[in-house]
Structure formats: structure tokens, C-alpha cells
């Protein structure tokens, strides 16, 4: 309920010549009518006074500046600074292929739950490894983490084709960390002038990785020319 008194606009009847006057009736009326704030944890109760004018009581009240009132405004402004956990990125499925650096995050996505068929999909029938020999490479795999540099497309005919340069740190399952740089090949056939079942989305032509001597926050792959 909202925290306000609620009065009936009775017209006040005056003698003429009442040093109040109009104006001053109209002022009386209009500060009766005026909401009063009050101070109070919220939980209200409505009740029925003599007159049958609705009061809204608070459950309790708090004065204001009061101990109690200082420490429930901290706490409110504590809860709302307070940062929001990010999922890890493992506990988010993510499978885009609006764009070619969304593709290979989804393919990293896709190793870091260790769901390598969907890894393998985003590869182009022609250019996948075999799906045995790229599952079994990632046998000790625990995680991997991901960074992309700058992507480089080029327009032909009816297709566009893209270099994605990438950096990847591996976590073996002991523990163990391997940083790795490399560049993957992308094209993305024109959707207007697909017309023929199935569907091509953007998918991966190839790509290398080799092990890196650099810190996996300075690593990054370079790309030949598209």
C-alpha cells in the first residue's frame, strides 16, 4: 500500500470578508491532501480509523537517522555494488556462427565441455580432420581458454573469406598449462545465394596451432594476407 494519508476534499464554508479567503481555503485543502512520508522498513496493514478515512501504519517504526536505519541503507548499498558473478565459461553453451570469430569461440566452447562432435561440426566437410584422430587429440585436455586478435575478411564472388588469428592456453589434466598461436581459415557463402538444402553456415577451411614461448595474456597468431 502506498505510505500516504488519503482525505475527502469537504468544501470549508467561510463568512464573508474571512481574513483567509478563497486562496487561503484552497491552500488548507490542498496541504491536508498532500502525501506525508514516513520512515519504515517495509510491511504495512490497513486499518479503519472513527471516521472511516483509510491509514496506512507501518508494522514498526524507525526513526529517522536511527542505528537500525543506517545499517539497512548500508546493507541495501551493499547488495546493489556488490559484483555479479560471471559464470565460467565452461557452464555456458555457446554455439554462434554469426560471424567467423564467434565460430571459433564456439569451437572453444565446444572443447572446453569436451563436446568434441559439436566442435567438429563447425568444420567444412572438406577441410575436417577425421573425427577419431581430432577427438582422441584432445585425450588429457582438462580446459582451454581463448583470445582472438583481429579478424581479416575478404569478399569474392557469392563468398566471404576470413583469417582469425588466436592465442589458446591448454590445462592438461594434471594441471599443466600449454600456450599455443595459430590462425584459422573461414568462408561464409552468401545466404542470398544459397538455395539449394542443406544450409551452409560460416564453417572452418583449416587452420595451424604451434606451441608458443609467450604468456598466454601477450600471445597471439598471425594470419597471411586473405
Known amino acids: 500500500f502506498p505510505a500516504s494519508e488519503h482525505r475527502a476534499n469537504v468544501p470549508v464554508e467561510r463568512p464573508l470578508g474571512s481574513e483567509r479567503g478563497l486562496a487561503g481555503a484552497v491552500k488548507s ?103 577419431a584422430t581430432f577427438r582422441d587429440g584432445y585425450t588429457g585436455t582438462g580446459t582451454v581458454a581463448l583470445r582472438i586478435g583481429e579478424v581479416r575478411s575478404e569478399g569474392t564472388a557469392g563468398a566471404i573469406h576470413s583469417r582469425v588469428p588466436v592465442a589458446i592456453e591448454a590445462t592438461d589434466t594434471a594441471g599443466g598449462k600449454t600456450v599455443f598461436t595459430g590462425c584459422y581459415r573461414l568462408t561464409q557463402v552468401q545466404p542470398g545465394v544459397q538455395d539449394t538444402p542443406p544450409y551452409r553456415p560460416i564453417r572452418i577451411d583449416g587452420g595451424r596451432l604451434e606451441k608458443s614461448g609467450q604468456s598466454f595474456g601477450q600471445a597471439m597468431g598471425l594470419c597471411e594476407t586473405p
Open 29 to 131: 485543502a490542498r496541504m491536508r491532501s498532500a502525501p506525508r512520508p514516513i520512515t519504515s522498513v517495509p510491511g504495512f496493514v490497513r486499518r479503519r480509523n472513527g471516521a472511516g478515512v483509510g491509514r496506512v501504519y507501518p508494522l514498526f517504526q524507525m526513526p529517522k537517522g536511527s542505528v537500525m536505519t543506517r545499517l539497512l541503507i548500508a546493507a541495501l548499498v551493499a547488495a546493489i555494488a556488490a559484483p555479479v558473478l560471471a559464470a565460467k565459461p565452461a557452464d555456458r553453451f555457446i554455439d554462434d556462427r554469426s560471424s567467423p570469430a564467434r565460430v571459433i569461440t564456439s569451437l572453444y566452447n565446444a572443447i572446453d565441455r569436451h563436446e568434441y562432435l559439436r566442435a567438429w561440426s563447425y568444420f567444412a566437410e572438406d577441410g575436417a580432420p577425421d573425427y
